[in-house]
């Protein structure tokens, strides 16, 4: 690397190259070192000084900067130019130099590093041998220049090669660090035959041997030498690591037996086929004198004692009649001791057998043993694999990494020709795994392809995203009939809003209207739309605003702004549909959210806040110039009312680091995210809360519609009759026969007659008892009007009136 280079084919495709992208790194493999620090206990957030090996371009500093305390020191080197970053100090230099050490402890003065990160790859063009070998010097130079400036308990991180040099290298990282872990982060292209190894807790040594860091020790000698030399240089009193398969507190693979114990013993086979040796204790030395004069313990006999393992079936069947014959002089009596002398002097063929069984059986029994093993690793593996496709658990946390990336207990391609994925993807939890471990054998069976591996995973998840979405909308089909609606009416207007581009509900199956409840709502929604359109249109045509806008300048704050703020209109518009989708996306997280929280809610009906009293398109408030936007949008507002702000600021204000995303080749479920998450936030003033609270405030408190009716209803009949009463006294008065008195009075009856009040025709109220209970038909002896009651709620009805009576 270190020169730009410029990706093409199916790097240009990575996905971890796009997000490296979007957030400003220089490389993609900045997610390396996110995703290392993440699973290794988040080591950068306590780094105060950081050095940084192989740097260029030098996406790992910008990580380290962003993650470690303020006012850290980041130093990164390479052979290559880094580009200045804030707070880092780089330089150019090959780190396997003295130059470089120099400049290093210039730098660093008198600290000490908490990290030294390494992610060098020699400038590859050579042979693949060429190439690990050199990496792996890389490896060594790198660890020499850690194990120089590295605090102790510090940390080092450096990427290795699969190669010979692997274990090698693993070993001496071990005698300087408490925890060495191989890693491979899922960010690491599976065809890459690196792995990151992190080192933690430096032991930070006094003395060192030089071996440990050169080289040729390390690669060439120390394969052979590595027990002794390890004892030597470090620990000399440490006992050989402790290995998968040992039993507790048993690290050695050389077993003695005493010969009064092989005597004594009931089962002689299993101890000739497990130990490797018998001695003869001295403590029991006189007890055995006898034995060892017997004419059976010859020097041949003695000899097959002293290496169990290398002995034929002949030489263990002279050692089991020498067990015979010392049992026999010490008089040890036991289960197999007829047996035994049975087989060993009738059948000696059939001990031989025997022998050879027992051995296989032993054999068998460890086979098992290991299989069952396997198999409870493999169990392990599918609860935490299971655990992540529930989004409990990132692949990270599995541990899919170094060695088990070969080994992967986890086969997509198996899965797919047995036919589970589908079952998989269609949400059912089938496991990949089979009850049978041969399918998934770690020694070479299993055919796990790492190039597809991830981008199966992958396909796999926006299988699942695409069902939980579908689950979603399937549910919302209110929201979808609202989607619909205003897709037709910004289509009506000329809109197209690109914001909804990739959205949940800009799917074919939404489009289409497969969906019954939204052609449905379509087809009722058409007539109170077309009258919209013409009242609105008129709006929208004057402006040339969308209806959205229009309808936010109709507020009176607007009233007398001069035409250079009003050019700005579009802007605003556009900020204005902004805000008005995210209040539209609120109120459907709110239901999404309830959705998801709690499955028995879906009986209930969920009333979106948008219906009546938020969405100005509604019948019920057709006319209503109120319309609620954000904050935000209210406080721009009022920045251009108050002509805080020019038509510049705005349309300069609009661009931001979400304006212009490049989201091509992202999984839609990460579009959306963003989209939802990260936004720009713009500041908000006091007094654009205060106008929105006012403006709520002013709505909440209209009457409800249908007492407005009923008022307007009374109205209009009173300024009926007014006008019938005018016309009638304009007559009387126009009536030349009449006396003005008599006029006068006509005109008075006329008035007492309009304001008398009309009584109402009483209603009698008859409570059902008895029989009259549930008998339809008018009750005996009841003229006129009446109404049935219950009994029973007439008595509480009338206590209730008393009660109220008493309280005023
Ligand atoms: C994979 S890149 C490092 C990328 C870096 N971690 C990042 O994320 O930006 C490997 C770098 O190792 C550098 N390199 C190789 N040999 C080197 C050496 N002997 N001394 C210094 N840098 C070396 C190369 O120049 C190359 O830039």
Redesign the pocket.
């Known amino acids: 690397?270190?020169k730009s280079e410029k990706k093409h084919g199916k790097g240009r495709l990575d996905h971890y190259y796009r997000l490296a992208k979007e957030k400003g790194?220089?490389?993609?493999?900045?997610f390396?070192?996110v995703q290392i620090n993440q699973k290794f206990g988040h080591f950068l957030e306590k780094s105060k000084v950081v050095i940084?090996?192989?740097?260029?371009?030098?996406?790992?500093?910008?990580?380290a900067s962003q993650l470690c305390p303020v006012s850290s020191l980041i130093i990164g080197?390479?052979?290559?130019a880094?580009k200045p970053l804030p707070n880092v100090i780089t330089f150019?230099?090959?780190?396997?130099?003295e130059h470089?050490r120099a400049q290093l402890r210039q730098h660093m003065k008198t600290w000490k590093a908490d990290t030294v990160?390494h992610?060098?790859?020699?400038?590859v063009g050579m042979a693949w041998a060429q190439d690990a070998f050199?990496q792996s010097e890389?490896v060594l130079?790198s660890l020499k220049l850690a194990v120089e400036f590295l605090t102790q308990g510090g940390t080092f991180v450096t990427?290795v090669f699969r190669s010979k040099d692997y274990n090698n290298l693993m070993w001496v990282f071990q005698q300087f660090f408490d925890k060495v872990e191989a890693t491979k982060p899922p960010s690491s292209r599976n065809v890459s035959a690196e792995i990151f190894v992190v080192c933690r807790g430096f032991k930070a040594p006094k003395k060192i041997d030089p071996r440990l860091l050169d080289p040729k020790s390390v690669f060439e000698e120390l394969a052979d030498e590595t027990p002794n030399y390890e004892d030597k240089v470090f620990n000399p009193e440490k006992k050989k690591r402790k290995r998968d398969g040992y039993t507790e507190g048993d690290y050695t693979l050389y077993h003695t037996v005493t010969a009064m114990e092989f005597i004594k013993t009931d089962d002689p086979i299993s101890i000739l086929g497990s130990k490797n040796k018998i001695i003869f204790d001295e403590k029991v030395e006189t007890e055995l004198k006898p034995v060892k004069k017997l004419p059976q313990t010859t020097d041949e006999i003695l000899e097959c004692f002293l290496d169990l393992k290398v002995l034929g079936k002949k030489d263990f069947r002279h050692i089991l009649k020498w067990r015979l014959a010392a049992r026999e002089l010490l008089k040890v009596t036991g289960a197999d001791d007829e047996d035994d002398k049975d087989e060993v002097e009738v059948e000696p063929i059939d001990e031989e057998e025997q022998i050879e069984k027992e051995l296989s059986s032993l054999q068998e029994k460890e086979k098992a043993k290991k299989k069952r093993e396997k198999r409870r690793a493999n169990e392990r593996k599918q609860k935490e694999i299971e655990r992540m496709q529930m989004n409990m658990t990132t692949p990270m946390d599995i541990g899919i990494d170094a060695g088990q990336q070969e080994q992967s207990l986890f086969n997509l391609k198996v899965a797919e020709r047995s036919g589970k994925l589908n079952s998989l993807t269609k949400g059912k939890k089938a496991m990949v795994f089979d009850n049978d471990p041969g399918e998934l054998d770690n020694e070479g069976e299993s055919d796990y392809d790492t190039d597809n591996a991830d981008e199966d995973l992958e396909a796999e998840l926006d299988n699942m995203y695409n069902a939980y979405k579908e689950r979603r909308n399937e549910r919302d089909a209110e929201f979808k009939a609202k989607k619909l609606r205003e897709a037709n009416d910004n289509e009506w207007y000329g809109i197209t809003d690109t914001n909804h581009e990739g959205s949940d509900y800009d799917n074919e199956e939404y489009i289409n209207g497969d969906d019954n409840d939204v052609s449905s709502d379509d087809e009722d929604d058409d007539e109170s739309i077309n009258k919209l359109i013409s009242t609105l249109e008129k709006k929208t045509k004057e402006g040339h605003l969308s209806r959205k806008a229009a309808v936010f300048f109709n507020d009176p704050i607007f009233d007398g702004l001069d035409d250079t703020v009003i050019e700005s209109k579009p802007k605003i518009e556009e900020i204005v549909s902004e805000a008005e989708e995210e209040v539209e996306e609120k109120t459907h997280n709110g239901f999404e959210s309830s959705d998801e929280e709690d499955e028995s809610n879906k009986d209930f009906e969920v009333v979106p806040n948008d219906g009546n009293s938020w969405d100005s398109e509604d019948e019920d408030n057709k006319g209503s110039n109120i319309d609620i936007v954000t904050a935000e949008a209210m406080t721009l507002a009022h920045s251009i009312a108050l002509k805080q702000k020019s038509k510049h600021d705005i349309i300069d204000e609009g661009y931001n680091r979400t304006s212009f995303r490049d989201r091509d080749g992202l999984p839609d479920w990460f579009i959306e995210d963003e989209d939802r998450h990260s936004k720009f936030s713009k500041p908000i003033t006091k007094e654009a809360v205060e106008t929105i609270k006012a403006k709520l405030k002013a709505f909440n408190d209209r009457p409800i519609k249908k007492v407005a009716e009923a008022q307007a209803r009374k109205k209009y009949k009173a300024s009926q009759r007014l006008e019938k009463l005018k016309k009638k006294s304009d007559l009387i008065n126009e009536d030349d026969g009449r006396s003005e008195k008599e006029k006068a009075s006509d005109i008075q009856k006329l008035l007492r007659k309009a304001t008398k009040k009309k009584e109402r025709p009483k209603v009698t109220v008859v409570a059902a008892r008895g029989f009259n209970r549930g008998v339809s038909g008018r009750p005996k002896g009841v003229k006129g009007r009446y109404k049935m009651v219950d009994g029973t709620m007439k008595k509480e009805q009338r206590s209730l009136k008393r009660i109220k009576k008493k309280m005023s």
């Open positions: 690397m270190g790194y220089r490389a993609r493999s900045s390396k070192i940084d090996l192989c740097a260029a371009p030098g996406s790992w500093c910008q990580v080197v390479d052979l290559a880094i150019v230099s090959d780190i396997t130099t470089c990160m992610d060098g790859a020699p400038n050199t890389l130079q990427k």
